[in-house]
């Protein structure tokens, strides 16, 4: 099919404008800078990003983890403390429980917030609980 006349007067002089509005939009993209300038100062500030530590490399350089182990007897119960390192603050903790079946009924800081206590009890009342207090401590 053909083009004629008034119609293919325009489709001639619409290609090369949108050409030029393309080339127009994308110079927009790239803050008006060539494509070599504009890539390099991308590369620039993703090398500058690559130096400055995130979020998660930032926390664990300010907590630490303690551990302190536990046991008790059948039916046993007692208080068991992580304790954090001199100037330390803890801020969680919890226990591990990898022999028989401790519960805890009461968790949380110590009074001056050194380290972290749980009162554990033995609920199977058949056998012993052997575990580990834990502490996350601010430096």
Known sequence: ??????????????????KRALVA????????????QFSARAAQAAQAAATVPGT??????????????????????GSFTATCDAGQKA??????NPVGTAVSLDTGPTSDGS??????????????????????CLR
């Open 56 to 77: 998660a490399s930032t926390a664990a350089s300010l907590t630490a983890f303690k551990a302190a182990p536990f046991a008790l007897s059948a039916n046993g119960q």
């Open 91 to 96: 801020i969680a903790g919890g226990y591990a």
């Open 25 to 36: 939009d994308n110079a927009k993209k790239l803050g008006g800078q060539p494509l070599a």
């Open 1 to 18: 099919m053909a083009l004629g006349g008034t119609a293919g007067a325009v489709a001639t002089q619409a290609v090369p404008l949108a």
């Open 115 to 136: 380290g972290w206590s749980i009162y554990l009890v033995e609920a199977s009342g058949s056998g012993a609980a052997v575990g580990v207090v834990q502490a996350i």
